[in-house]
């Protein structure tokens, strides 16, 4: 199964753009990158995911590297309320809802 | 739209006790899966149900069990609780389960959160 592998935590001045990365260096070929974050005592919420191109949505943008090998998570305008552990996952299986969520970063946005 | 609805969201049982929690998901989607998160195990997968069939299943003992209806709201159950049952649980919902091709986000809802004295 792939893994990933996240900074145990990151701190973002509030206003600037928050570049949160992730490696995934053993993600194969059909595997999609989802990023989710949780809110301390919140279900996880859904962010943006990507299969080899990069994404942008109303949230964040995610930025793949052309080999796959890893991903940034981009919030280009951190609020306060950005404030929250932030989960990189590549999907463990062919489309398994057993998704396999790590530590995660959890990022602070400070005034 | 609602989003997927967990209840209850607290409750408070002792050793021995059993626990059913309830997950009705996002209108349409009919895949639905439990995960159990503490501090120190993190988010972990506990099973997936699709059209009412258990589709995949985490590594945890039969205490825990599921079941999806018909209208694809589901229950999950604990039967003789321990402490270590403790935690955070979520479900999620989403459109496809296992074996679809594609991407397959998953929305999660708020949590039952079990405390086991």
């Known amino acids: 199964d792939a893994k990933t592998t996240q900074p145990t935590s990151m701190d973002c001045a509030e206003g600037r753009a928050a570049n949160l990365p992730c490696n995934h260096s053993?993600?194969?070929?059909?595997?999609?990158v989802y990023w989710y974050r949780q809110i301390h005592s919140q279900g996880p919420q859904y962010i943006i995911h990507?299969?080899?191109n990069n994404e942008t949505n109303e949230m964040a943008s995610l930025i793949i590297t052309e080999d796959r090998k890893s991903s940034t998570l981009i919030l280009p305008h951190a609020t306060l309320r950005d404030t929250a552990v932030y989960y990189c996952i590549v999907r463990a299986k062919y489309n398994n809802n057993d998704m396999r969520f790590g530590a995660g970063t959890r990022l602070t946005v400070k005034p | 739209k609602a989003g997927v609805t967990q209840t209850p969201r607290y409750l408070i049982k002792t050793r021995g006790q059993q626990v059913t929690l309830s997950c009705s998901p996002i209108s349409g989607h009919r895949s639905v899966s439990w995960y159990q998160q503490t501090p120190g195990q993190g988010l972990q997968f506990l099973f997936e149900y699709f059209s009412e069939t258990q589709r995949n299943k985490g590594n945890f003992p039969g205490r825990f069990s599921g079941r999806q209806f018909s209208n694809s709201r589901s229950e999950m159950n604990v039967s003789t609780l321990e402490l270590g049952d403790s935690a955070l649980y979520l479900c999620a919902s989403s459109l496809a389960g296992t074996g679809v091709s594609g991407a397959n986000v998953l929305t999660f809802g708020a949590g039952s959160r079990l405390t086991v004295l």
């Open positions: 053993t993600i194969s070929g059909n595997e999609y």
């Open positions: 990507g299969l080899k």
